[in-house]
């Protein structure tokens, strides 16, 4: 899934600079898959530094042109992707759209919200992937719509084995510029997480499902 080393270790490292990872083994975080997690992934901070959002969106625009060429369409999946999808689409002088969890229940009752055709080949842009089941119910509204979803690109994954076999049965090709792999190599270099709490997301990371229950 990472598609440039040098990238995946520059963006982890701007990642914890920007106090975007916050850890918490005393009181867990709970995703909303229900799982309970010492660490949790804030990646809609970077909006909020210029230049780590202008690195992110070019260092999508270069990998996405180098994997797949220049699609499109690029969509973002709502609400986290929404933003950082909107600044891959202005650099790449693309059309956006975004997709919702579901269907509005009102108005014209969208799921997929902007203009694009069908048959157009599409990039999904996502903040982050977990478990993978709300980055795949995006592809598969677009899909739906008439989208050729050629694949997908998101700043960080966990890596987690449900994931990757969700994706392998999607049969979407995806590349992350980061993953929690180098994350953690990162954060040990700059002192980032206590001895305690490194035992505690190994231990997490190899079970995560069933983590403190």
């Known amino acids: 899934m990472i598609f440039n080393n040098t990238t995946a270790n520059k963006t982890a490292e701007l990642l914890l600079q920007i106090n975007a990872i916050k850890l918490n ?9 229900g799982w309970k997690s010492p660490i949790y992934c804030d990646n809609r901070i970077i909006l909020s530094y210029p230049e780590v959002r202008g690195y992110i969106k070019n260092a999508f625009a270069e990998e996405i ?25 202005e650099v ?11 269907a509005k229940k009102h108005g014209r009752q969208n799921q997929v919200e902007g203009h694009f055709e069908k048959g157009q080949k599409v990039i999904v842009v996502e903040d982050l992937i977990s478990t993978g089941g709300s980055s795949l119910m995006a592809v598969e509204a677009l899909r739906n719509e008439g989208a050729d979803v050629i694949g ?4 960080f994954t966990y890596g987690f084995p449900v994931s990757v076999e969700k994706i392998t049965e999607a049969k979407l090709d995806v590349f992350t510029l980061s993953n929690y792999e180098f994350l953690i190599e990162q954060a ?16 997490w990371r190899t079970n995560p499902a069933q983590w403190r229950k």
């Open 152 to 155: 997908m690109a998101a700043i």
């Open 92 to 102: 790449m002088d693309l059309p956006f759209v975004y997709v919702r969890p579901e």
């Open 25 to 33: 083994s005393e009181n867990p975080f709970t995703w909303a898959s």
């Open 188 to 203: 040990i270099k700059l002192n980032y997480i206590p001895a305690n709490a490194l035992e505690d997301l190994k231990e």
């Open 65 to 89: 042109k180098a994997k797949f060429g220049t699609p499109d369409v690029i969509a973002g999946v709502a609400t986290g992707a929404i933003g950082i999808g909107m600044l891959v689409a």
